[in-house]
C-alpha cells in the first residue's frame, strides 16, 4: 500500500474513534437518571449519595450505579468525608452543554418528542 493509503486510512480511523467517542458522552448524559442528578449537581452544589437518593427517590444502589459512570467518564467527581460520599460536577462546561441543548430543544420540542427514529 502507498503512504497516502495507509494516511487517509489512519486519518479514517481517527474520525470513526471521534465520532464512537462523542456519541459516548451524549449517552453518558442520555439516560433521564443521570441527566437529573447532573442538574440537581449544577443546580445545587455537591451532594452527598443519600441526598441524591432521597430527592430522585430511587434506591441507592441504583444511584451509586449512576453516579460510577458519570465519575468513569469524567462528568463528576467524589470526595469522602467519614462515612458520606459527596458528589460535584468536575467541569463547568457541562452546564453550558446542557443549556445549549436546552436552547434547541426548545425550538425543536414537539419534533423530538414526536420523533419515531431515536
Request: hydrophobic fraction near 35%; proline fraction near 1%; include cysteine.
Amino acid at each position: 500500500m502507498s503512504t497516502s493509503t495507509n494516511q487517509a486510512m489512519a486519518e479514517q480511523r481517527r474520525d470513526v474513534q471521534r465520532l464512537e467517542i462523542t456519541a459516548k458522552f451524549f449517552r453518558g448524559l442520555a439516560d433521564p437518571t443521570r441527566l437529573r442528578i447532573v442538574e440537581l449537581l449544577l443546580d445545587e452544589g455537591e451532594q452527598s449519595v443519600s441526598n441524591l437518593v432521597a430527592r430522585l427517590g430511587q434506591s441507592q444502589g441504583r444511584i451509586s450505579s449512576h453516579l460510577a459512570c458519570l465519575r468513569w467518564c469524567g462528568y463528576v467527581s467524589s470526595r469522602r468525608e467519614g462515612k458520606y460520599v459527596y458528589y460535584q460536577v468536575t467541569d463547568e462546561r457541562i452546564a453550558t452543554t446542557i443549556e445549549i441543548a436546552r436552547g434547541i430543544i426548545i425550538d425543536h420540542a414537539e419534533a423530538i418528542l414526536t420523533c419515531t427514529r431515536m
